[in-house]
């Protein structure tokens, strides 16, 4: 009830009481949206995957078992990363696959562009079935 005499004067804004309140809760919100901002930041950055080469190889190797990349496609790339494994100082290995902020340099790592729309896709080779069992003794 003492809020709503505060509103009761002829012009609430030139009471003190009111303009400090007003101010104080821009203040608070303004205040609570910077330290979420800020936040949100650090558990972005804290969260960020790193990528690896062998991240990056299980990539590729899921593209071409679901046939978005061909046999030969998926040869060069795997080729490259071995290149980049072969090259890389052994005491960092994921620091040549990401740039100074940790998320992965997309110079090294280049997926190819899709396929054109109507273009064949070679599928991957079908697995071997497995072994039929021995039939049960006593049939023919």
Known sequence: MWALSLLAVDD????????????GLIAALLAGAVVISLTDKWRKRAMAPTHDETDVLTTYRDMYEHGE????????????????????????????????????????????????PGAKLDPPAPSTPPPEPPAPPGTS
Request: net charge positive; no cysteine.
């Open 12 to 23: 609430p804004l030139q009471r003190p009481e009111i303009i400090f309140g007003i101010v």
């Open 69 to 116: 990349i061909t046999e030969v496609e998926y040869a060069e790339l795997r080729r490259k990363i071995a290149e980049k494994v072969k090259s890389a100082p052994a005491s960092v290995p994921s620091a040549a696959a990401t740039d100074p902020t940790g998320r992965p340099d997309p110079a090294k790592f280049v997926v190819p562009a899709p396929p054109a």
